[in-house]
């Protein structure tokens, strides 16, 4: 079983829309949770982390943490063309954050 | 401030050689992470060092090993490789504050011919 998955895509949305993001995690003592975005080409950046159940909200964008359902979710609200990326779910299985295990990604077109 | 730096940004090596890519983290970051990212792919944990102590370590073979020096830079080098080794290899430093943020660098751009 993989560690962290998320639905591939690729994912398409149009200019405005909400795009919704699914990441689940196999370790279920995992603490911390976090979403990246990586450009073609360019290296992961951090859009958010969360650590407890329920919403986090950053702006046009939302984290969602189940750590019963072993799930979190990241909405873009209001998607511009340039958020078209790939996002990365990222989560620490180790102690004092020293094994971050990503997904595979999902890629993201918001189209204008 | 510098962010994470890596050096070489590219570099292109034939079957059975040896590699060694070299990291800076950011002034104040003490631990160093390694990942491989294969196009397509998210990055695969390989190590993380500490204080120059390794912390952690992906499910890579022995060919990988990597070292922390006093200055906090790291070196990850690969013994003998294969085509498969062909990859982004991304360095990142975490803030001592231990949100667990990874600041990445630009990655070096390995390819095995």
């Known amino acids: 079983q993989k560690e962290v998955e998320q639905n591939s895509g690729p994912l398409s949305v149009p200019e405005g829309a909400i795009a919704s993001l699914n990441c689940t995690y196999s370790?279920?003592?995992?603490?911390?949770f976090f979403w990246y975005r990586q450009y073609s080409g360019k290296s992961p950046e951090l859009i958010m982390f969360?650590?407890?159940?329920g919403d986090k909200e950053d702006g046009r964008f939302t984290a969602q943490l189940n750590k019963a359902s072993q799930y979190v979710s990241l909405l873009i609200r209001d998607s511009q063309p340039s958020d078209s990326a790939t996002y990365l779910c990222?989560?620490?299985?180790?102690?004092?954050?020293?094994?971050?295990?990503f997904g595979a990604g999902t890629r993201l077109t918001v189209k204008p | 401030d510098a962010g994470v730096t890596q050096s070489p940004t590219h570099l292109i090596k034939t079957r059975g050689q040896h590699v060694t890519l070299r990291c800076s983290p950011i002034?104040?970051?003490?631990?160093v992470s390694w990942y491989q990212q294969v196009l397509g792919q998210g990055p695969q944990f390989i190590f993380q060092?500490?204080?120059?102590?390794?912390?952690g370590r992906g499910n890579f073979p022995d060919r990988f090993s990597a070292r922390q020096f006093p200055n906090y830079s790291s070196e990850l080098n690969v013994n003998a490789l294969l085509l498969g080794d062909s990859a982004l290899y991304l360095c990142?430093?975490?803030?001592?504050?231990?949100?667990?943020?990874?600041?990445f660098g630009e990655g070096s751009r390995l390819t095995v011919l």
């Open positions: 969360i650590y407890s159940n």
């Open positions: 990222a989560v620490n299985m180790g102690y004092n954050n020293n094994d971050m295990r």
């Open positions: 370790d279920r003592g995992s603490q911390s």
């Open positions: 002034s104040g970051h003490k631990s």
């Open positions: 990142a430093s975490q803030s001592p504050v231990t949100t667990g943020e990874l600041f």
């Open positions: 060092y500490y204080e120059k102590e390794e912390r």
